[in-house]
Protein backbone atom coordinates (compact mmCIF):
# COMPACT_ATOMS: atom_id res chain seq x y z
CA UNK A 1 0.00 0.00 0.00
CA UNK A 2 2.72 2.25 0.76
CA UNK A 3 4.42 1.52 -2.09
CA UNK A 4 1.57 2.36 -4.44
CA UNK A 5 1.14 5.66 -2.73
CA UNK A 6 4.85 6.37 -3.97
CA UNK A 7 4.89 5.15 -7.17
CA UNK A 8 1.91 7.17 -7.53
CA UNK A 9 3.50 10.42 -6.75
CA UNK A 10 6.55 9.58 -8.41
CA UNK A 11 4.47 9.18 -11.87
CA UNK A 12 2.69 12.43 -11.35
CA UNK A 13 5.87 14.29 -10.42
CA UNK A 14 7.22 13.16 -13.51
CA UNK A 15 4.61 14.07 -15.77
CA UNK A 16 4.48 17.02 -14.40
CA UNK A 17 8.07 17.85 -15.76
CA UNK A 18 7.45 16.43 -18.91
CA UNK A 19 4.57 18.93 -19.63
CA UNK A 20 7.25 21.61 -18.68
CA UNK A 21 10.07 20.46 -20.49
CA UNK A 22 7.45 20.12 -24.02
CA UNK A 23 6.19 23.77 -23.13
CA UNK A 24 8.40 26.21 -25.49
CA UNK A 25 5.92 28.82 -25.46
CA UNK A 26 7.06 32.08 -23.98
CA UNK A 27 5.49 31.35 -20.74
CA UNK A 28 8.91 28.35 -20.72
CA UNK A 29 10.62 31.41 -22.26
CA UNK A 30 10.10 33.23 -18.65
CA UNK A 31 10.72 30.57 -16.68
CA UNK A 32 14.15 29.36 -18.12
CA UNK A 33 15.34 32.75 -17.27
CA UNK A 34 13.92 33.12 -14.15
CA UNK A 35 15.24 29.85 -12.78
CA UNK A 36 19.23 31.18 -12.09
CA UNK A 37 18.18 33.87 -10.07
CA UNK A 38 15.40 32.24 -8.47
CA UNK A 39 17.73 29.50 -7.19
CA UNK A 40 20.19 32.64 -5.19
CA UNK A 41 17.37 34.44 -3.91
CA UNK A 42 13.73 33.08 -3.94
CA UNK A 43 12.63 36.67 -2.58
CA UNK A 44 9.00 37.63 -3.74
CA UNK A 45 8.18 41.65 -3.55
CA UNK A 46 4.09 41.69 -3.50
CA UNK A 47 2.87 45.02 -4.12
CA UNK A 48 5.32 47.09 -4.76
CA UNK A 49 5.75 49.47 -8.04
CA UNK A 50 7.88 48.46 -10.36
CA UNK A 51 10.51 51.06 -9.15
CA UNK A 52 10.18 50.07 -6.00
CA UNK A 53 10.92 46.70 -6.36
CA UNK A 54 13.94 47.34 -8.49
CA UNK A 55 15.36 49.68 -6.16
CA UNK A 56 14.65 46.90 -3.13
CA UNK A 57 16.08 44.28 -5.21
CA UNK A 58 19.40 46.12 -5.47
CA UNK A 59 19.23 47.68 -1.66
CA UNK A 60 19.40 44.09 -0.81
CA UNK A 61 21.97 42.86 -3.41
CA UNK A 62 24.22 45.61 -1.73
CA UNK A 63 23.50 44.53 1.61
CA UNK A 64 24.42 40.92 0.93
CA UNK A 65 22.61 40.13 4.21
CA UNK A 66 23.39 35.81 5.23
CA UNK A 67 19.56 35.62 5.36
CA UNK A 68 17.13 37.07 2.97
CA UNK A 69 13.50 37.34 3.42
CA UNK A 70 11.46 34.79 1.92
CA UNK A 71 9.00 37.58 0.94
CA UNK A 72 8.45 41.54 1.16
CA UNK A 73 5.12 42.99 1.18
CA UNK A 74 4.27 46.45 0.47
CA UNK A 75 0.65 47.03 1.88
CA UNK A 76 -1.92 49.84 2.30
CA UNK A 77 -2.17 51.50 5.54
CA UNK A 78 -5.32 50.24 6.82
CA UNK A 79 -4.38 46.37 6.05
CA UNK A 80 -0.77 47.08 7.61
CA UNK A 81 -2.38 47.60 10.88
CA UNK A 82 -4.28 44.54 10.60
CA UNK A 83 -1.73 42.56 10.25
CA UNK A 84 0.36 44.09 12.70
CA UNK A 85 -2.70 43.50 15.03
CA UNK A 86 -2.93 39.87 13.86
CA UNK A 87 0.90 39.20 14.22
CA UNK A 88 0.38 40.37 17.97
CA UNK A 89 2.51 43.41 16.87
CA UNK A 90 4.58 45.10 19.94
CA UNK A 91 6.48 48.07 18.85
CA UNK A 92 8.50 50.17 20.84
CA UNK A 93 8.21 54.12 20.11
CA UNK A 94 10.72 55.27 17.33
CA UNK A 95 10.78 51.79 15.80
CA UNK A 96 8.58 50.26 13.31
CA UNK A 97 5.35 51.79 12.24
CA UNK A 98 6.54 51.67 9.12
CA UNK A 99 7.73 48.16 8.44
CA UNK A 100 7.76 44.69 10.58
CA UNK A 101 9.08 41.10 9.90
CA UNK A 102 7.15 38.17 10.24
CA UNK A 103 10.33 35.94 11.85
CA UNK A 104 8.93 32.49 11.34
CA UNK A 105 7.97 33.13 7.87
CA UNK A 106 10.91 35.18 6.79
CA UNK A 107 7.92 38.11 6.00
CA UNK A 108 8.60 41.70 5.76
CA UNK A 109 5.11 43.91 5.84
CA UNK A 110 5.99 47.90 4.40
CA UNK A 111 3.42 50.46 5.11
CA UNK A 112 3.20 51.89 1.59
CA UNK A 113 1.23 55.00 3.19
CA UNK A 114 4.72 55.41 5.25
CA UNK A 115 6.98 55.30 2.20
CA UNK A 116 9.22 58.17 1.87
CA UNK A 117 11.82 57.05 -0.70
CA UNK A 118 14.81 54.91 -1.62
CA UNK A 119 16.99 56.26 1.62
CA UNK A 120 13.82 55.47 3.60
CA UNK A 121 13.79 51.89 2.32
CA UNK A 122 17.24 50.97 2.51
CA UNK A 123 17.38 52.62 6.45
CA UNK A 124 14.67 50.44 7.60
CA UNK A 125 15.03 47.89 5.63
CA UNK A 126 18.59 47.50 6.87
CA UNK A 127 16.50 47.24 10.16
CA UNK A 128 14.58 44.51 9.24
CA UNK A 129 17.48 42.63 8.12
CA UNK A 130 19.31 42.99 11.18
CA UNK A 131 15.99 40.95 13.17
CA UNK A 132 16.54 38.08 9.91
CA UNK A 133 20.23 38.34 10.42
CA UNK A 134 20.06 37.81 14.50
CA UNK A 135 16.94 35.78 14.25
CA UNK A 136 15.95 38.18 17.05
CA UNK A 137 12.64 40.04 18.21
CA UNK A 138 14.63 42.38 20.18
CA UNK A 139 15.06 46.56 18.58
CA UNK A 140 18.60 46.51 19.94
CA UNK A 141 19.88 43.19 18.20
CA UNK A 142 18.48 44.51 15.00
CA UNK A 143 19.90 47.92 15.05
CA UNK A 144 23.41 46.52 15.83
CA UNK A 145 23.51 44.28 12.53
CA UNK A 146 21.63 47.16 11.12
CA UNK A 147 24.62 49.25 11.08
CA UNK A 148 26.76 46.84 9.00
CA UNK A 149 24.00 46.78 6.18
CA UNK A 150 23.66 50.59 6.39
CA UNK A 151 27.54 50.97 5.96
CA UNK A 152 27.23 48.81 2.67
CA UNK A 153 24.49 51.08 1.41
CA UNK A 154 26.51 54.21 2.22
CA UNK A 155 29.85 52.68 0.60
CA UNK A 156 27.88 51.56 -2.47
CA UNK A 157 26.42 55.14 -2.63
CA UNK A 158 29.49 56.70 -2.37
CA UNK A 159 31.53 54.62 -4.75
CA UNK A 160 29.05 55.69 -7.48
CA UNK A 161 29.51 59.10 -6.99
CA UNK A 162 33.05 59.09 -7.87
ZN1 LIG B 1 12.32 46.15 14.61
Redesign the pocket.
Known amino acids: MQIGICSAVLILGLAQSGRTQTNTGPTADIVDKAAPELATSPLAIIGATPDQEALLRSQIQIMNPAVVPLRIVFVPHGKYIDTARTFQLH ?1 PKG ?2 SLM ?2 HLPSRTVFIDIARYLGPDWLGYWMA ?2 LG ?1 LATNSAK ?1 SD ?1 ENAAHEFRRRLKDSRNKHLH
Open positions: VFGFTHEHEA
